[in-house]
């Protein structure tokens, strides 16, 4: 439940799941990646996002740094 500190600011609690960093690294390379589809394509072919998360992040992030 929400309430008020001492100096008048709502305090929240945590509802949400704190996504972890690499849950954050995937969304931010599935957002700079979205116009690119090639760059997804040729990230799966290094490395499967199930059964290698982090290989298949390294090489998005890799290819993104490329182009940009």
Do not use: I
């Not at 929240?12 to 390379?29: I, K, N, R, T, Y």
């Not at 990646?33 to 040729?42: G, K, N």
């Amino acid at each position: 439940m929400a309430g008020v500190d001492g100096n008048g600011a709502v305090e929240h609690e945590a509802d949400l799941p704190v996504p972890s960093f690499q849950s954050q690294v995937a969304f931010w390379l599935s957002v700079w990646s979205a116009d690119r589809p090639e760059l997804v394509e040729r990230a799966r072919a290094t490395a499967h996002p199930e059964r290698d998360p982090w290989g298949y992040l390294a090489a998005l992030g890799e290819l993104l740094a490329e182009v940009a």
